[in-house]
């Protein structure tokens, strides 16, 4: 096992899991994961090597957010957004001086990078923005009514999308890399959800100043299609692979203490079966979309094409439902057991922050998204081609 998996799968069983009903509770920020995750150095690991990370691959997020998704889930989120932050920097700093100091700083002091892409007046529309680079001499401010800013108060830097200048059309949009030092943060709305309450998603009014240089030298467009956009959905889907997996372990560890009472396997044991058949089928998708990515990343047509975005956007759809689903099964395995707060076998947690997956970019969108890609695609490729 690569030691950075080894250490999550630690941090996850160690430090998350024991406090992540308190993190519920309280919708607080994991702060004692977070330390432990900096202390690992798990922040940098996909910062190349000549910047000083550990250069590891999306696979290894994949991994680790299906770790600690099993754990502590809105931890697993903020730990996948991170992630996302970092792939799409690193993917598209260009030849920029600016932008690879900043990664290397980084991997060195462990920075948490947020991001504000939903924005007042646009919805969940994330192809879109309405504040705009203000750039003179070199240098820009903006000011952005950002309604989400996950873990906007505990972040070291933050990614915002706004339109490329103010006569830009509102798809005309960059990336900016903000740090701490660049931003203030005005908070307008709170997170009090039923979900995924730790991730403390409050909504801001951003404004922020520094160099053009911070700016992504690639378009929004390009920096979502090749990379924002597959890395979210593939590592939200460990993670909801992850709540779904520890809803079907309680549910394995209950129909257990059944047969132990009851002297052989209980009724529940064959909806069990049927939780787990289903669990393997999310699994799936989410090992097979990633190899799908994987095998495009070395070609910039294959990973612009439109049959990865289908795939991309089927997997979100496809395992944001299925987390569900899995856990009503669990919820029927347990029963009572499952149903109450106060028992070990309690899914109220797991079925929860699974619901904010069909909402986190509203399954609605993507779906729209997807009918009008399948229209301009052709013929499936066989099975093994
Ligand atoms: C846990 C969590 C963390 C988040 N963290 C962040 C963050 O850190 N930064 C950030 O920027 N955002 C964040 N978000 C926000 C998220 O990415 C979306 O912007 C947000 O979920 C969209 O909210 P909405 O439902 O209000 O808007 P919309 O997506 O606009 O949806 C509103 C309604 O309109 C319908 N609808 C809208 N458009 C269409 C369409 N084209 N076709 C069909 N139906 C449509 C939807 O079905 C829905 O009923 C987070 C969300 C969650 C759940």
């Known amino acids: 096992m690569k030691p950075w998996l080894a250490a999550a799968r630690a941090v996850g069983a160690e430090v998350a899991s024991r406090h992540a009903d308190d993190v519920d509770q309280r919708a607080r920020f994991p702060a004692e994961a977070f330390a432990a995750l900096k202390k690992e150095k798990l922040l940098g690991i996909i910062v190349p090597k000549s910047e000083g990370g550990a250069g590891a691959g999306v696979a290894d997020v994949v991994a680790?957010?299906?770790?600690?998704?099993?754990?502590?889930?809105?931890?697993?989120?903020?730990?996948?957004?991170?992630?996302?932050?970092?792939?799409?920097?690193?993917?598209?700093?260009?030849?920029?001086?600016?932008?690879?100091?900043?990664?290397?700083?980084?991997?060195?002091?462990q920075l948490l990078l947020a991001s504000a892409t939903s924005e007042a007046g646009i919805g969940g529309d994330v192809r879109s923005s309405i504040c705009a680079v203000e750039q003179q001499n070199g240098r820009f401010e903006l000011v952005k009514e950002a309604t989400v800013i996950s873990y906007g108060a505990e972040a070291d830097g933050i990614l915002v999308t706004a339109r490329r200048t103010p006569e830009s059309p509102a798809s005309d949009q960059v990336i900016v890399v903000v740090p701490k030092t660049g931003y203030e943060l005005n908070q307008e709305s709170e997170w009090d959800t039923l979900g995924m309450r730790g991730t403390c998603s409050n909504g801001y009014k951003l404004r922020a100043r520094g160099e053009m240089a911070q700016v992504v030298p690639v378009s929004y467009a390009d920096?979502?299609?090749?990379?924002?956009l597959p890395v979210s959905h593939l590592v939200w889907s460990a993670l909801w692979l992850g709540i779904a997996t520890d809803a079907v372990t309680r549910s394995r560890a209950c129909v257990r203490a059944q047969a132990r009472k009851k002297g052989g396997a209980p009724a529940s044991a064959a909806r069990l079966a049927e939780a787990s058949s289903q669990l393997q089928l999310m699994k799936a998708n989410v090992v097979g979309s990633l190899r799908q990515y994987e095998a495009a990343l070395g070609s910039e047509d294959a990973i612009a094409a439109p049959a990865l975005a289908v795939a991309m956007n089927n997997l979100k759809t496809g395992t944001s439902q299925m987390a569900v689903q899995v856990i009503n099964q669990c919820l029927l395995v347990c029963g009572l057991a499952g149903y109450r707060n106060d028992s070990p076998y309690s899914l109220g947690r797991n079925l929860r922050d699974a619901h904010s997956a069909a909402l986190m970019v509203n399954n609605d969108r993507i779906l729209a998204n997807t009918g009008n890609l399948l229209m301009a695609l052709r013929e499936d490729p066989g099975l093994l081609e």
């Not at 920096?223 to 924002?228: D, L, Q």
């Open 223 to 228: 920096v979502s299609a090749m990379t924002m």
């Open 64 to 109: 680790i957010c299906h770790e600690l998704g099993q754990r502590c889930a809105a931890t697993a989120m903020i730990y996948a957004m991170h992630q996302i932050q970092v792939a799409c920097i690193v993917r598209h700093a260009g030849g920029s001086a600016w932008l690879k100091g900043f990664l290397k700083r980084l991997a060195s002091d």
